[in-house]
Every structure is written in C-alpha cells, then in structure tokens.
C-alpha cells in the first residue's frame, strides 16, 4: 500500500488488522508474565525496610542493622539495609508520600532535600511527627540543640540528628609554622588577611601569586552559605521571614568580593572533591579551608600527602567577640508516617542514633562527631591524630558544637540560596566593571542586590498558604 506520496507503507496490513505488530508482542508478553505472576505468587515483605543515601553511613551501619536483626525472632522486627542516591531517594520518597503509597519505613535525607518534605500543612508532611516521643524520652535535652533546627518546622521535629557537623579552619601548619607566624594572633577575618598575608606568593616565578590565603569562591553556594551563616545571617529567621536583604548579609557579600578580586584578593578556587582541588591543596597553592568535621575524614582518605602537614584551629570570627565556628550539611533519620513498624522503627532509630558505638565507628571513618552530648566524653575524640600534627580534632569540634548556627527548614531555602548566589556573582561583576576595592564601596550596591533577591523570595513564598511570612 502507498501513501499519497507513494511511498510504501510497511505497517499497511497491521493498519487493516487496527493494532501495529509491537502492540501485539507488548499484548503477549503482558500476558506470559501476568500468567508467571499468578503462578507464583509473593507476599508483602516482612520486616523493615531502611533507606539511606551515604555510602559511609551504610558501612558504619551494616553491623549494627545486623547484630539487630540476629536479635529479633519475629521477621517483622528486622530490618533491610538499601543504599539509594540522593537524586532517586528524593524522587521514590516524594513520589510515596504524595501516593500515599508505601516508601521505607526508616529514611535518612541530606539537609539540601528537607525542605521540600516539609512543604505542605504540618500534618500533612510524609514524616512522623516525633515531637512528643523525642521529649518523652528526653531525647531533646540529651542531643546538641541546634542540631534539631534543620529537621524542625512550625515547632514539629520531624528526624533525629544525625550529627552536628561544625565547621573550623584547617590550614597548612608547615607552611604557617615555617614563616613563624602565631596562628593565636588570629581572632577576625580582618586579622586573617593581615597575620597570614605574607604568605600570598608567586611559587613559579611568573610574576603572578600562586598561593592564596583561603580555599573560597565566590560561585560555591555551600561556602558562601556557611560564611554568613557564621556572620548570623542566613535567608530565613526562626519565624519563616525573609532575610536576604540582611545588613549583615550585605555586608558579608561585600567582604566575599574582596577576597576573591581586586588588590585584597585572598583566596583561591581549590573545590573539594576533584582531582584539580586536591593537586591545589598538595602543591601547597591553598593554605587554609573551611573544615567541616566530616571534611577531615574525606582529606585522610583523598589526600595522604598531607598527613602530619594539616591543623585544626576556630574560625576567624567577624567582628572581635564573634562566633568562630559555622555549620555545613547534616542528616536526619525520620520515620514514615504510613508505616505500619511505627513502634518498632523508633525503637530501632533510637539504638541506631543514641549508640555510643555507632559514634565512635563514624568518628574513627569518617571524622564525624556525635550529636549526643553523654557520648561527647568517648575516648576516642581526645585521641591524637597523626594526620592532624598530633592534634584531637574530634575535642576541638565537641568545644564549638554547642555555638554552631541554628538552620531554618523553610522549603525555599534552596531557591533563596541561588537568589542569593545570584546577587554575589553580579557585585563581583559590578567591582570589576567599576574598579571598587572596598567593602564600604561595595555595600550600597551589595544592599541593592540583596533587595532585588529578596523581593523575588517573597513573591515565591506568598504563593504558598502553608508557609507566607503573615502566617501566625
């Protein structure tokens, strides 16, 4: 058969039967199966399931989901251990809690995916709401407070803490010791750039400097985060509202813009994670960078050659006084609302999150302090290590782990973080075009940027009943 081109149609004869072959082989197939199916019939599975995106986590808690399930007579107490990516947990959760159809029972999310869980009503929210058995149990009085604030919405906790995951300074004690430089003449940023200033050089002779002070730049939204997270500022208060426009974040963003152009240039684009960061790090063209706890056990497995060369030191404060710790990342462990182990799953997640050696086993890993404040007095973290210069990483991160900053959870936090990032990367621009060097010439514009970004926050959030900044 021809079309009216005349060209010759294959599918002709199937187009006379009304369905194309494929359809018949799909029909077939769906049969045999549907057939095999029934053949063999499979019940609900027994047991729990437990869903968690880290592949260290999953190390650190294969023994321990073990020995449980060694102990448990009834197959409806055990529990099934799966490592999913963060990308496909999101997906699988939302897609379940929105359904209403069944997800696990126990899942761990990252702080970047909270939010967008905690979206609608309150009691609408995928995640058992375990306010009442937390305090209870005295789980609230027992654990590092600030580290509720990232799985806390509208006064509810929807997870446990998994950690604290404060954030210090780690720098290059060889070449800081080496120049004879006093690290203890170091309280602010401003005597950061001062103190260790000498140390910017030109290493190849081109007449360029090589060696920059900080591992910062001005498009990596996590270090930006935690700098003005340390400064106070942040993108939402304890209330929902909006505070991009923050003075202090103006101020914070004009300082970022001098550190990374201009005469005052101190930092240096090393990112974590690549080959290119690390080579940056070795070769010593970075000498200090923002150090999260868990950031230690990533540098003792990615990076040997600096072993013994490596300190751990507070945070230059922002003005004399100030706090000298931040926070970056954080997980929580929460409970499916639907789940039918309920009882079961939170006795579980308490073993799990409340064990003293589960701490010690992710401190010894992964350089991850514990949330739980009794187990703050382990061994372990007073033990030196000789990666960090014979230093106890672990008690300097327990010292500042009640002064980190509390985190909000609105589920815009994301979409502020680039407004925000958005406006730092278009005062960069506006120095450059402009020749402005100075935080004080930076700020009116800083200021400006910030309004801009904010106004375009409050639009998206007015949009949504459940969590509008005139909401009680």
């Keep these: 058969m021809r079309d009216a081109r005349g060209v010759n149609r294959p599918e002709a004869h199937s187009d006379r039967m009304g369905i194309s072959a494929g359809v018949w082989v799909i029909l077939g197939l769906a049969l045999v199966s549907s057939g095999w199916i029934l053949a063999h019939p499979r019940g609900a599975p027994s047991g729990m399931q437990l869903w968690t995106y880290a592949r260290t986590h999953t190390l650190n808690y294969a023994p321990i989901v073990a020995d449980w399930n060694r102990r ?9 251990l799966s490592l999913i990516g963060p990308g496909p947990l999101r997906h699988r959760l939302m897609s379940g809690f929105m359904s209403r159809t069944p997800t696990a029972d126990l899942i761990e999310i990252e702080r970047s995916m909270a939010g967008e869980f905690f979206a609608g009503p309150v009691e609408a929210v995928g995640f058992l709401d375990l306010t009442d058995r937390i305090r209870a149990a005295g789980i609230d009085e027992a654990i590092n407070a600030p580290s509720f604030s990232p799985w806390t919405s509208r006064g509810r906790i929807f997870g446990l803490p998994h950690d604290v995951h404060p954030v210090l300074l780690g720098y290059r004690a060889d070449i800081v010791e080496d120049a004879g430089i006093d690290v203890s003449r170091i309280e602010t940023w401003a005597d950061f750039a001062r103190v260790l200033g000498p140390l910017i050089r030109d290493l190849d ?3 360029r400097p090589d060696r920059y002070l900080l591992n910062y730049w001005y498009t990596n939204k996590d270090t930006t985060e935690v700098l003005l997270l340390q400064a106070g500022g942040g993108y ?3 209330a929902g509202h909006v505070i991009v426009d923050s003075p202090v974040n103006a101020r914070v963003l004009a300082t ?11 930092a240096l684009d090393a990112p974590e994670f690549t080959a290119s960061g690390n080579q940056l790090r070795l070769q010593g063209n970075v000498v200090c960078s923002l150090m999260p706890d868990w950031l230690c056990g990533v540098w003792r497995n990615d990076l040997p050659g600096l072993a013994g060369k490596i300190k751990i030191m507070p945070l230059p404060a922002w003005e004399p006084g100030g706090r000298r710790v931040s926070v ?3 997980t929580m462990l929460g409970i499916a609302r639907d789940s039918p182990h309920i009882e079961t799953a939170w006795e579980f997640a308490q073993e799990l999150y409340l064990s003293a050696d589960m701490a010690e086993s992710l401190y010894r890993t992964a350089g991850i302090v514990s949330p739980v404040r009794r187990l703050w007095s382990l061994p372990c973290y007073d033990e030196p290590q000789p990666y960090f210069c014979r230093q106890a990483p672990g008690r300097t991160y327990l010292a500042h782990a009640p002064y980190v ?4 959870s609105s589920p815009f936090n994301e979409m502020a973080k680039e407004h925000l990032q958005e406006a730092l990367i278009e005062l960069r621009g506006y120095a450059l075009d402009h020749g402005v060097n100075t935080e004080a010439e930076l700020l009116p514009e800083a200021q400006r940027l910030l309004a801009r970004a904010a106004q375009n926050v409050r639009r998206t959030v007015a949009r949504n009943v459940f969590h509008r900044e005139d909401q009680p």
């Design 236 to 238: 939402f208060d304890e």
């Design 205 to 207: 002779g081109d007449g």
């Design 72 to 80: 448990q007579a009834d197959p409806d107490r055990r529990i099934e």
């Design 328 to 330: 970056w990342g954080g």
């Design 256 to 266: 970022l813009v001098t550190w990374v152009c201009g005469p005052g240039r101190i």
């Design 405 to 408: 900053p509390r985190r909000t």
